[in-house]
């Protein structure tokens, strides 16, 4: 049985990419200089595949930013203010990502947002009504043509046309029905010119494919892929679709005159039984998704492999494949130095996938697996049991009662005691939580880590930080202060560290957007609080200031949603375990003088099905309510607040109030306001800050254009409801960006207050 990878991780094993891309923003190193970073990675990625015997290994799947964009750049799809910059090919493209402020102009980036149920982000493409669809790049052709320089046969992707009309904003009156020609003209010519350079496969990724799919959605599928398809000769074409199952569009795939067709079986509930129901056609190959792209636990191989030979048996001709992308799971366990044995035999990451694909590809091939090492050992692997139970944690999960999951008194008549209780002006200024992580603190921190300062000199260097950010705060006259999150490596892994059954990995890195890593910690076991996590410096930071700090916490639903999951307890009580932990902090901050809790749910929307029907059984029902028993137990007089990365809740908006968080902050500004439409239209009671600028990007945003914000905000919601502040914390940016962003965003609210 042949063996297939979706797509690989390609940030470097040692964040190669981000460091060499951070130089080149900074101007310290030449474009030159960045390219030969970007290809010795991509062939070290592609030797490792083939070394491993993988037979379909993917090309193209690296990226300087998004793999979205490289698409959209390919197709022309660069809206005209970026290539007005008159910038050289890769500044116009960093220039869509990150924005552009400098000598040839001052131009935000592009949106983005969360990639399909993952924390990977995408750049979201912007078709004018006068975009002109052709092709236009190079990058799948010279990325296909290096591997086979260095004597590697690879399958070049590229996003597929579908995914891609569909993810695309549209800025004008035209909509994706009038770019189907130009579309199918353009990936005809990636098709023509891919098959004249000898490649002999191509990935076109669908995800979009597993989302609910109306009758023109089918329509318009059918009439883009048998034009795209039409005169296709001896290249091949491969659908490719992840992150669920396709039961919308099934029939009309294995229609298509395609030659394979990848589905997942992990995450896609109905897969198999599409499989059963409609057969598979005999002409076509399936790419069996069983190895798990998400998520770093072992494959159980008597599992999988019944899957291969039950798809065997219908006589299907099936490769095995990744369920999607690699890029959601590190490189490889051999970096973890300080994993136990016990523990570390639980693991694949991104290269021992590529072992599982192998053995599980020739265990296929036999009848006698029991005579396989490699299966045996697999069999005692999940035979035994695991260390992973807390008897006292599931005892306190068993009482919780339905009035834990209730604050009271009700959240209008809080409203008034927290007004008298805190006086603020109207439209309240403040900020996420974090600012700046310059490289002293990170120095500081892995000073800590290696040992080489005291803890005392460790926190005293955080004392002092916090307190200049503190003074700073105050003298530019922000309302409600924070203490700046310095402690913070991240916001999941830092509280994972004081949970029990938590795991931590040193280099296991995995991509957000851009060049942002995360380090997810996994979860092994029962979760408790082994201690109290941020009251130290809290209460700290409160002590030098009669203005209100927040407490800052990370909510049970992003802490669960940004680790690497169990797969032997439900996700209901997974989360249940950590708000209870979390709720254990919150009272804890109360009790020692926090008035204001802010608790970041920074990831709610991530894992939310991508199948509105699936919305509340499989998620909100019991996320929502973890949520709210983290802070059921405060006093009226303390005030909650919530912090969401994003604005696309419109469709949610009332599970969101449902939170019953006294305040809101979220992404904004890089998106359209609609959502303060929605939030009116849906007569939402939280205050809410929605985020007066973007600080994914270095630009110092003008006081006028806060300004204009706010306005808009001001027509949507009430004036004693409105907050104002950036959209997201601010520790990715450097202080010279920050002071200015924020004297603006102050001056702003002193303008609006004096309009109001
Ligand atoms: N409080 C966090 C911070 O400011 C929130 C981060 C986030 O939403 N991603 O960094
Ligand atoms: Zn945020």
Redesign the pocket.
Same mark, same amino acid.
């Given at each position: 049985m042949q063996t297939s990878v979706v797509g690989y991780p390609r940030i470097g094993a040692n964040r190669e990419l981000k460091f060499a891309s951070e130089k080149y923003f900074k101007g310290e190193i030449s474009e030159n200089d960045l390219f030969a970073v970007a290809k010795t990675l991509r062939l070290s990625h592609i030797r490792s595949q083939k070394e491993a015997g993988v037979d379909f290994i993917p090309s193209n799947d690296f990226s300087f930013y998004d793999g979205l964009l490289d698409t959209a750049v390919l197709c022309g799809i660069v809206p005209k203010r970026y290539r007005q910059l008159g910038l050289s090919d890769i500044d116009t493209y960093f220039a869509m990502a990150r924005g552009y402020q400098g000598e040839k102009g001052d131009v935000k980036a592009l949106a983005m947002k969360k990639w399909f149920n993952t924390n990977y982000h995408y750049i979201v493409p912007e078709i004018e009504d006068d975009t002109k669809i052709s092709l236009s790049g190079t990058k799948v052709f010279d990325e296909y043509n290096e591997a086979a320089e260095d004597g590697t046969e690879t399958k070049p992707v590229i996003i597929g046309a579908y995914t891609l009309l569909s993810l695309c904003r549209y800025t004008g009156s035209k909509k994706r029905e009038d770019f189907l020609d130009a579309v199918i003209g353009t990936y005809k010519a990636i098709i023509e010119k891919l098959e004249n350079r000898g490649a002999k496969w191509i990935q076109f990724d669908e995800p979009y494919l597993v989302r609910d799919l109306s009758d023109a959605d089918k329509e318009f599928l059918t009439k883009l892929y048998q034009g795209i398809l039409a005169d296709k000769d001896n290249v091949k074409v491969l659908i490719q679709t992840y992150y669920g199952d396709v039961r919308d569009v099934y029939e009309i795939l294995t229609g298509l005159p395609v030659d394979g067709i990848g589905l997942d079986f992990i995450e896609g509930k109905q897969t198999a039984n599409l499989i059963e129901k409609y057969g598979f056609p005999k002409d076509k190959l399936l790419f069996a998704g069983l190895v798990n792209g998400k998520n770093i636990w072992r494959n159980q191989y008597s599992k999988t492999l019944e899957i291969l030979d039950g798809v065997k048996n219908k006589g299907i001709n099936a490769v095995l494949s990744t369920s999607c992308s690699l890029l959601h799971v590190p490189y490889t366990l051999s970096a973890e130095e300080k994993l136990s044995e016990e523990c570390r035999k639980h693991f694949a990451f991104a290269i021992e996938k590529l072992t599982e694909l192998r053995e599980l590809a020739r265990l296929a091939e036999i009848a006698d697996r029991e005579s396989v090492d490699a299966y045996l050992a697999n069999a005692a692997l999940f035979d035994a049991k695991r260390d992973c139970e807390d008897e006292a944690v599931q005892r306190r999960l068993a009482e919780i009662k339905e009035s834990d999951y209730v604050r009271l008194p009700e959240r209008k008549e809080r409203e008034k005691i927290q007004k008298d209780a805190f006086k603020l002006p109207k439209f309240p200024t403040t900020t996420? #939580?974090?600012f700046p992580q310059t490289g002293d603190v990170k120095k500081n921190r892995s000073a800590f880590r290696k040992g080489e300062i005291t803890e005392e000199q460790y926190k005293q260097f955080n004392r002092e930080k916090i307190e200049r950010a503190i003074r700073w705060q105050e003298e530019i006259g922000l309302d409600v202060l924070v203490h700046g999150?310095y402690e913070r490596n991240d +916001?999941v892994e830092y509280f994972g560290e004081s949970l029990s059954g938590y795991l931590f990995t040193e280099k296991a890195w995995v991509q957000s957007y851009g060049t942002r890593c995360l380090k997810p910690p996994i979860i092994w076991g029962d979760v408790s609080r082994k201690n109290p996590i941020t009251v130290e410096w809290s209460v700290y930071a409160q002590s030098l200031t009669d203005k209100p700090v927040k407490g +800052?916490l990370t909510g049970p639903v992003t802490i669960f949603n940004w680790s690497f999951p169990r797969e032997d307890i439900s996700i209901r009580d997974s989360m249940t375990q950590i708000a209870l932990a979390i709720r254990d902090e919150v009272l804890d901050l109360e009790k020692n003088g926090i008035r204001i809790i802010?608790i970041?749910e920074?990831a709610l929307r991530e894992k939310l099905p991508l199948r509105k029907s699936d919305w509340y059984s499989e998620y909100l029902d019991f996320a929502i309510p973890a949520f709210r028993l983290v802070h059921s137990g405060v006093k009226p007089e303390t005030q909650i607040h919530t912090?969401m990365?994003y604005s696309e809740f419109t469709d949610i908006i009332p599970a969101i109030d449902n939170m019953d968080a006294d305040v809101i902050t979220f992404e904004a500004s890089r998106s359209d306001l609609l959502i303060l439409d929605a939030l009116k239209e849906c007569n939402f009671e939280t205050e809410a800050g929605p985020g007066v600028y973007d600080i994914h990007s270095p630009r110092v945003p003008s006081v006028d254009e806060i300004v204009t914000a706010l306005r808009k905000m001001r027509e949507k919601l009430d004036d004693d409801k409105l907050w104002v502040n950036p959209d997201? #914390?601010?520790?990715t940016r450097g202080e010279e960006e920050t002071k200015p962003s924020l004297i603006n965003l102050v001056q702003a609210a002193r303008i609006i207050r004096n309009e109001a």
């Amino acid at each position: 049985m042949q063996t297939s990878v979706v797509g690989y991780p390609r940030i470097g094993a040692n964040r190669e990419l981000k460091f060499a891309s951070e130089k080149y923003f900074k101007g310290e190193i030449s474009e030159n200089d960045l390219f030969a970073v970007a290809k010795t990675l991509r062939l070290s990625h592609i030797r490792s595949q083939k070394e491993a015997g993988v037979d379909f290994i993917p090309s193209n799947d690296f990226s300087f930013y998004d793999g979205l964009l490289d698409t959209a750049v390919l197709c022309g799809i660069v809206p005209k203010r970026y290539r007005q910059l008159g910038l050289s090919d890769i500044d116009t493209y960093f220039a869509m990502a990150r924005g552009y402020q400098g000598e040839k102009g001052d131009v935000k980036a592009l949106a983005m947002k969360k990639w399909f149920n993952t924390n990977y982000h995408y750049i979201v493409p912007e078709i004018e009504d006068d975009t002109k669809i052709s092709l236009s790049g190079t990058k799948v052709f010279d990325e296909y043509n290096e591997a086979a320089e260095d004597g590697t046969e690879t399958k070049p992707v590229i996003i597929g046309a579908y995914t891609l009309l569909s993810l695309c904003r549209y800025t004008g009156s035209k909509k994706r029905e009038d770019f189907l020609d130009a579309v199918i003209g353009t990936y005809k010519a990636i098709i023509e010119k891919l098959e004249n350079r000898g490649a002999k496969w191509i990935q076109f990724d669908e995800p979009y494919l597993v989302r609910d799919l109306s009758d023109a959605d089918k329509e318009f599928l059918t009439k883009l892929y048998q034009g795209i398809l039409a005169d296709k000769d001896n290249v091949k074409v491969l659908i490719q679709t992840y992150y669920g199952d396709v039961r919308d569009v099934y029939e009309i795939l294995t229609g298509l005159p395609v030659d394979g067709i990848g589905l997942d079986f992990i995450e896609g509930k109905q897969t198999a039984n599409l499989i059963e129901k409609y057969g598979f056609p005999k002409d076509k190959l399936l790419f069996a998704g069983l190895v798990n792209g998400k998520n770093i636990w072992r494959n159980q191989y008597s599992k999988t492999l019944e899957i291969l030979d039950g798809v065997k048996n219908k006589g299907i001709n099936a490769v095995l494949s990744t369920s999607c992308s690699l890029l959601h799971v590190p490189y490889t366990l051999s970096a973890e130095e300080k994993l136990s044995e016990e523990c570390r035999k639980h693991f694949a990451f991104a290269i021992e996938k590529l072992t599982e694909l192998r053995e599980l590809a020739r265990l296929a091939e036999i009848a006698d697996r029991e005579s396989v090492d490699a299966y045996l050992a697999n069999a005692a692997l999940f035979d035994a049991k695991r260390d992973c139970e807390d008897e006292a944690v599931q005892r306190r999960l068993a009482e919780i009662k339905e009035s834990d999951y209730v604050r009271l008194p009700e959240r209008k008549e809080r409203e008034k005691i927290q007004k008298d209780a805190f006086k603020l002006p109207k439209f309240p200024t403040t900020t996420i #939580g974090s600012f700046p992580q310059t490289g002293d603190v990170k120095k500081n921190r892995s000073a800590f880590r290696k040992g080489e300062i005291t803890e005392e000199q460790y926190k005293q260097f955080n004392r002092e930080k916090i307190e200049r950010a503190i003074r700073w705060q105050e003298e530019i006259g922000l309302d409600v202060l924070v203490h700046g999150e310095y402690e913070r490596n991240d +916001m999941v892994e830092y509280f994972g560290e004081s949970l029990s059954g938590y795991l931590f990995t040193e280099k296991a890195w995995v991509q957000s957007y851009g060049t942002r890593c995360l380090k997810p910690p996994i979860i092994w076991g029962d979760v408790s609080r082994k201690n109290p996590i941020t009251v130290e410096w809290s209460v700290y930071a409160q002590s030098l200031t009669d203005k209100p700090v927040k407490g +800052m916490l990370t909510g049970p639903v992003t802490i669960f949603n940004w680790s690497f999951p169990r797969e032997d307890i439900s996700i209901r009580d997974s989360m249940t375990q950590i708000a209870l932990a979390i709720r254990d902090e919150v009272l804890d901050l109360e009790k020692n003088g926090i008035r204001i809790i802010q608790i970041d749910e920074a990831a709610l929307r991530e894992k939310l099905p991508l199948r509105k029907s699936d919305w509340y059984s499989e998620y909100l029902d019991f996320a929502i309510p973890a949520f709210r028993l983290v802070h059921s137990g405060v006093k009226p007089e303390t005030q909650i607040h919530t912090h969401m990365c994003y604005s696309e809740f419109t469709d949610i908006i009332p599970a969101i109030d449902n939170m019953d968080a006294d305040v809101i902050t979220f992404e904004a500004s890089r998106s359209d306001l609609l959502i303060l439409d929605a939030l009116k239209e849906c007569n939402f009671e939280t205050e809410a800050g929605p985020g007066v600028y973007d600080i994914h990007s270095p630009r110092v945003p003008s006081v006028d254009e806060i300004v204009t914000a706010l306005r808009k905000m001001r027509e949507k919601l009430d004036d004693d409801k409105l907050w104002v502040n950036p959209d997201c #914390g601010l520790k990715t940016r450097g202080e010279e960006e920050t002071k200015p962003s924020l004297i603006n965003l102050v001056q702003a609210a002193r303008i609006i207050r004096n309009e109001a």
